[in-house]
């Protein structure tokens, strides 16, 4: 769908740090933000932490929130002033007129998976009856708690589609905005480690032991990585016309393949590709930049290299950042607007933090080194599980 | 905004599926509670059908229904999947596995732990690659879908609607009460089919004292209150007993959405 949805502000906090500044650095430092961890059987994997977690004070009136993955929606809400930000944009549309679509997996499962330790579930077999389910394990826990702490009114919901999740939470907004149901719109993703990821990625043999190592020969899986970003999304005229990161287009498909693998002819992925240039009104040869999926499995990353040489996009300069911060699950999407934005601005083709080579067998333009260029059109690819894909076409108008 | 329904599916404790539960839903006092007949998930193969877990099952039956009486070919249909709480049953599992001292997870309830877990179903079972997402706003999911799949119809001409909520396991059922299994479906159109059909207007605006309509009879109040995906209800009456109607849904935040229902004839 076409959108021209001005981006007006945007944050992100990930293992990189807090903020754009921090992933500025990051992004154009080539480093990975990585850690080494193992998993209790000993297995090694690596792991994209955000530090200060166990620090963050949740606001008293939102106390039974209290969970890893509303703390790190709080921490990020509060990077780079946004939820001020957020509330200015009240105070000029009304609480009612701001919207807050969040995408996240995983939710606050982790307290859920700790009270199952905990000896008083042994005894009990069951949870007791005051454990904040509704505040923390819960799908819409992440986009309640935002709404909660920014004040704002409009619609709230939580998508949930694994790894696009922040992806499709734009395509929300933009209709939210389209329909006149809002003026403005939190776009938001939040996931957070947990084991239910951790172990469950482990369980289908998708962890890298090392690192990722995206659209390299040698790739051997993922690191899940944990990261909350937001954007506050509308018109360009609510706030005064301006220049700067526009949403031009959102591609929404399905693989209709199987739960896990990536159509082997790259269909979906596609689909969601061609639906996100046709929104925005582009031509494949108008795209300065892909910021792929790029996980680093076997299959996933080539899957989404055809993709890109079906729909004309091989010439393309394209990377991933998944050896920067990790796989950040459903804030997958919103971490790649956010990295994007961030590169536009600089004009700075981001490389593939983490890969040394390109598989010889690929055909896509990827980057390896970052180095200073223009981006003015990007898309931004995200597949998940249940083959559910979203792309999203970003603009940097000046 | 105007958009038109082209059919619906249901099935819960005594709605076994549209055709019924129409005629059911649209005569005073025919309601009688009772245990929800088995869902079925056409169109899997053997392996994903046994794979495939019993909110996908939901799912796929009240869809498939929706699609049936609408007589649309699944392929081009962007669907929206509505649910408070996914799937409660595989959370179990999957936390009662990672409390154990040697942790071995499955990964088959892995994969079917995602929230979208039945809307990769339903791709896999009819071969659709139009959009799909899926949502949650706790018990005001329904609606939340509903807005959605409505403002979805700006640019789509169709849209399937599938809200569907499961009673949590034991060990969760303290926390999350949901007593009764339940899901509905809508198919909708901001093309006017052919026939009679029923038109919707909506809108999206403050709270005022306009109060969530509640069923009259106490049996199915009791439903629409005991199921998120049973906040239905009231429209899937005004469906049955082909009665305009004014049915609100009160949001997790300070607003509503209004859905004015209208009954067209044949031209």
Request: glycine share 12%.
């Amino acid at each position: 769908m076409g959108t021209g949805l001005a981006i007006h502000r945007y944050t992100v906090t990930s293992a990189f740090g807090r903020g754009l500044a921090a992933h500025r650095a990051g992004l154009m430092s080539g480093r990975s933000g990585l850690s080494a961890h193992a998993l209790a059987d000993g297995s090694p994997c690596a792991i994209g932490r955000v530090a200060g977690l166990e620090d963050v004070a949740m606001p008293a009136s939102l106390a039974r929130y209290d969970c890893r993955n509303n703390r790190l929606a709080l921490l990020a809400l509060e990077a780079d002033g946004f939820a001020e930000s957020v509330a200015a944009a009240i105070r000029i549309l009304g609480a009612g007129g701001v919207g807050v679509v969040v995408g996240t997996s995983t939710s606050g499962i982790g307290a859920t998976e700790a009270a199952y330790r905990a000896p008083a579930f042994a005894e009990r077999g069951a949870l007791a009856a005051d454990f904040p389910y509704r505040e923390t394990h819960n799908v819409f826990s992440c986009g309640d708690f935002c709404r909660r702490y920014l004040g704002a009114k409009g619609p709230a919901l939580v998508v949930s589609t694994a790894c696009s999740s922040s992806a499709k939470a734009f395509g929300v907004a933009a209709r939210l905005i389209a329909s006149g149901t809002c003026r403005a719109v939190v776009v938001g993703g939040v996931d957070s480690l947990c084991d239910t990821t951790l172990y469950g990625f482990h369980s289908l043999g998708l962890l890298s032991p090392t690192g990722p190592r995206p659209f390299s020969a040698d790739r051997d899986g993922i690191a899940i990585g944990e990261a909350g970003g937001f954007a506050l999304v509308g018109p360009a005229d609510v706030f005064g016309a301006r220049g700067g990161l526009y949403l031009a287009g959102v591609g929404d498909s399905a693989d209709a393949y199987h739960m896990t693998a990536p159509h082997p002819e790259a269909r979906g992925a596609c689909a969601a590709i061609a639906a996100a240039l046709g929104g925005a009104g582009w031509r494949p040869e108008d795209v300065d930049y892909v910021h792929l999926h790029g996980t680093g499995t076997l299959h996933n990353d080539a899957a989404e290299d055809l993709g890109l040489a079906h729909m004309g996009l091989a010439a393309a300069p394209a990377s991933s950042t998944k050896g920067a911060v990790g796989h950040t699950l459903g804030a997958a999407g919103i971490c790649g607007a956010a990295l994007v934005g961030l590169a536009m601005d600089a004009g700075y083709l981001p490389g593939t933090a983490n890969t040394g080579a390109r598989d010889p067998s690929f055909h896509s333009n990827l980057l390896l080194s970052g180095r200073p260029g223009a981006i003015r059109r990007a898309l931004v690819n995200t597949f998940g599980f249940g083959g559910s894909n979203c792309t999203l076409a970003l603009e940097w108008r000046p | 905004m105007i958009a038109y329904i082209a059919g619906w599916g249901v099935l819960g404790p005594g709605l076994p599926d549209a055709e019924t539960a129409g005629a059911i839903l649209a005569a005073e006092g025919a309601y009688r509670d009772g245990v929800a007949r088995a869902p079925i998930a056409a169109g899997l193969s053997p392996n994903e059908a046994r794979r495939c877990p019993a909110t996908a099952r939901y799912a796929l039956d009240v869809g498939q229904q929706a699609l049936r009486a609408a007589g649309w070919d699944p392929g081009e249909v962007p669907t929206v999947l509505a649910s408070g709480s996914g799937d409660l049953e595989i959370s179990d599992k999957n936390c009662r596995s990672l409390a154990q001292a040697a942790i071995a997870l499955s990964p088959t309830l892995f994969h079917n732990s995602v929230h979208n877990a039945a809307g990769g179903y339903w791709g896999i079972a009819t071969g659709s690659r139009a959009a799909t997402i899926s949502l949650s706003a706790y018990d005001e999911s329904f609606a939340a879908g509903l807005l959605e799949a409505l403002m979805t119809l700006g640019t789509a001409r169709r849209c399937l609607l599938i809200a569907y909520d499961l009673p949590a396991p034991g060990a969760l059922a303290a926390v999350r009460k949901v007593p009764v299994p339940f899901a509905a479906a809508l198919a909708l159109t901001s093309e006017r089919p052919a026939g009679p059909v029923a038109r919707l207007s909506w809108r999206w605006g403050p709270q005022d004292l306009e109060a969530e309509a509640p069923m009259a009879e106490p049996a199915l109040e009791a439903l629409r209150a005991a199921n998120p995906a049973a906040r239905s209800l009231p429209l899937l009456q005004a469906l049955s007993a082909r009665q305009p109607r004014t049915v609100s849904w009160t949001y997790p935040a300070d607003g509503a959405l209004r859905v004015a229902v209208a009954f067209e004839e044949s031209r």
